[in-house]
Each structure stands twice: as structure tokens, then as C-alpha cells.
């Protein structure tokens, strides 16, 4: 984990890379803004172009806040 600034996410976010297991919760790609959402402690993927995958953690959204409310 890398602690770094983010301007999307308007402070300092803490930074992963492929293959950091991370916490449940979604991670977006902030080469190429694609999400993903680990549902348990797992490791994040890697890019497979040869590029080093970084990722962020995104907050909940109101919609996955409820689900898991729900599950609860």
C-alpha cells in the first residue's frame, strides 16, 4: 500500500498495487478507471499488459451501503 494524493477522490487515498491482498470493497484502476469489487479479503488482479496495475479504494455507494445493510 502507497499512501498517495488522488485528485479524483479529493485527498489522500491509500494506493495498491496488483497482487496487495485489500479488504472487501471496490478498487478502481486509476490508469484506466475500471472497478472492482472484491467481496472478501482477496488480492487485487494484475493488468496483463505488462503495465503495473494501481488501484483505489472507492467509497460505498448509497446503493451498496443498503445491500449490505440488508444482508445484515
Do not use: C, K
Not at 16 to 22: E, I, L, P, S
Not at 44 to 59: E, I, T
Request: charged residues 15%; negative net charge.
Amino acid at each position: 500500500m502507497i499512501d498517495e494524493f488522488v485528485p479524483e477522490l479529493g485527498s489522500s487515498s491509500p494506493m495498491y498495487v496488483a497482487g496487495n491482498r485489500v479488504p472487501p470493497g471496490s478498487y478502481v484502476n486509476i490508469e484506466t478507471g475500471r472497478v472492482i469489487v472484491v467481496t472478501h479479503y482477496d488480492t487485487l488482479p494484475a493488468s496483463l499488459d505488462g503495465r503495473v496495475a494501481a488501484y483505489v479504494q472507492r467509497p460505498q455507494t448509497w446503493a451498496e451501503i443498503n445491500r449490505s445493510q440488508q444482508s445484515h
